[in-house]
Each structure stands twice: as structure tokens, then as C-alpha cells.
């Protein structure tokens, strides 16, 4: 499996985001896909996440201002990020597991990760 995540940038508080992450390498069925993010000094922690029936999982800091949503065709998964704050500057990180109905939001529980796209929030 290959996760390939991108759209990470240099923005301004305030400004808005869209990472995309494509997974590739086998046929998929009844998988999950997340995203973490990690800041510098800090533990990776869960941001959104989606199960295998389009069942969405968020995670308080997002208080609204996050948005994941999935293209199944395409095996991708997206993270709109409104209103960005330099408390969001992080390295992104999708995750994947396949053949599975459940969801956790522990990074253990993930098998899969992609490279990691890196947001930077100026304020």
C-alpha cells in the first residue's frame, strides 16, 4: 500500500487548505483512512478520520473548521482546513487500514502511513 498525501503549504491565519491523499497498490475493500499531524516536539495526534461506510471522525480541535471527505472511486481522501491558526502548523500524515468496520483514532491501530505533507501557519 501507498499513500501519496499533498496540498500542504505556507499560508496566513486565517487561510484555508485542502490535502489530498491518494492510496495506491492493491484493491481496497472496507477500509478506513485518517489523518494525524505531529508539530515539533509533540506527539502525532489524530485530526479526522473516515470509516469504510463514510462514517466521519473528527477530533476537538477541529471545532468546525475541518472537513474530511472521500473520493471512493479514486481511493483518496481529502482534509479542507478552514481558518487556519498557527496552532495547526504540523506535519500532516494520512493512514490507512484495509478489511476492516471498525475505527480507532489510536496511531497504532493504523497500519498504513503516507509521507507526511507539511503545513506551515504564519500569524
Known amino acids: 500500500v501507498q499513500l501519496q498525501a499533498s496540498g500542504g503549504g505556507l499560508v496566513q491565519t486565517g487561510d484555508s487548505l485542502r490535502l489530498s491523499c491518494a492510496a495506491s497498490?492493491?484493491?481496497?475493500?472496507?477500509?478506513?483512512m485518517a489523518w494525524f499531524r505531529q508539530a515539533p516536539g509533540k506527539r502525532r495526534e489524530f485530526v479526522a478520520g473516515?470509516?469504510?461506510?463514510?462514517?466521519?471522525y473528527d477530533s476537538d480541535f477541529m471545532k468546525g473548521r475541518f472537513t474530511i471527505s472521500r473520493d471512493g472511486a479514486k481511493n483518496t481522501v481529502y482534509l479542507q482546513m478552514n481558518n487556519l491558526k498557527p496552532d495547526d502548523t504540523a506535519v500532516y500524515y494520512c493512514?490507512?487500514?484495509?478489511?476492516?468496520?471498525?475505527?480507532?483514532?489510536?496511531?497504532?491501530?493504523?497500519?498504513?502511513w503516507g509521507q507526511g505533507t507539511q503545513v506551515t501557519v504564519s500569524s
Open positions: 473516515i470509516n469504510w461506510s463514510g462514517t466521519t
Open positions: 497498490g492493491r484493491a481496497f475493500n472496507n477500509y478506513a
Open positions: 493512514a490507512l487500514k484495509s478489511g476492516t468496520t471498525v475505527f480507532s483514532r489510536d496511531r497504532s491501530w493504523w497500519p498504513n
